[in-house]
């Protein structure tokens, strides 16, 4: 069946710095990846998809990340972090099952911004 | 668009009753409809699927007479947590999808519940 896993529960980066959160996924056909956003005592906002179309995808607030295959990695970067971007991001994929696609997560990274 | 909503955002109880939160489509027809858990500092765990006008699908571990399931139309389902106890505490997330959205799901902003 197919799984995300995100390496690094708690990722610390200064105000401007590059922002690199990892996922590796696991998957036995092309896989259908996301990202997602929590904020604070709220639900989840989409952050980019990949459904097998451009390898590097872009999404909202500056977010890209790019697919690769050989590394089955799904890494999510954003060049200049800001304040705004301190919240806990989800990778996730589409998981195959019969009668339904339900979506699996990973166990999310908090991202904290230092001023 | 494809905004969901969830009422009530947060709700507070008694051991031992019952807590019903809705969340419902408000620009879209829901065909599937999802219910979640998500502990403190954890990750998102798939309670059920709803479809409309069938039953619920469980995941494995999740009791079906404890979180009743109702998708009754297209735009509203219904997830009553019965008998509530201390260890049902938790933030409750719904997502949504519809025709054509085949692989996006549409989340709510969640329900926190607390039983005391």
């Known amino acids: 069946a197919q799984s995300v896993t995100q390496l690094g529960s708690h990722v610390s980066v200064s105000e401007g710095a590059l922002v690199l959160l990892r996922c590796n996924y696991s998957?036995?056909?092309?896989?259908?990846l996301f990202w997602y956003v929590q904020y604070p005592n709220q639900g989840l906002q989409l952050l980019l998809k990949?459904?097998?179309?451009?390898?590097l995808v872009k999404g909202i607030n500056g977010f890209e990340a790019e697919f690769k295959k050989s590394e089955t990695s799904f890494h999510l970067t954003k060049p200049s972090a800001h304040m705004s971007d301190a919240a806990e991001y989800f990778c996730a994929v589409i998981r195959h099952q019969t009668g339904a696609n339900n979506l699996f997560f990973g166990t999310g990274t908090r991202l904290t911004v230092i001023p | 668009g494809a905004v969901v909503s969830q009422h009530p955002s947060w709700v507070i109880c008694k051991s031992g009753t019952s807590v019903k939160i809705e969340c419902r489509s408000l620009d879209f027809q829901a065909t599937t409809m999802f219910w979640y858990r998500q502990f403190p500092k954890q990750s998102l765990m798939l309670m059920a699927t709803?479809?409309?006008?069938?039953?619920?699908?469980?995941e494995q571990g999740v009791e079906k007479d404890k979180f009743l399931i109702n998708h009754a139309s297209l735009t509203l389902s219904t997830l009553t947590v019965t008998s509530a106890h201390p260890e049902d505490s938790s933030f409750y997330i719904c997502?949504?999808?519809?025709?054509?959205?085949?692989?996006?799901?549409?989340f709510g902003p969640g329900t926190r519940l607390t039983v005391l």
């Open positions: 709803s479809n409309e006008g069938s039953k619920a699908t469980y």
């Open positions: 997502s949504a999808r519809f025709r054509g959205s085949y692989n996006e799901q549409f």
């Open positions: 990949y459904t097998s179309a451009a390898t």
């Open positions: 998957s036995s056909v092309p896989p259908y």
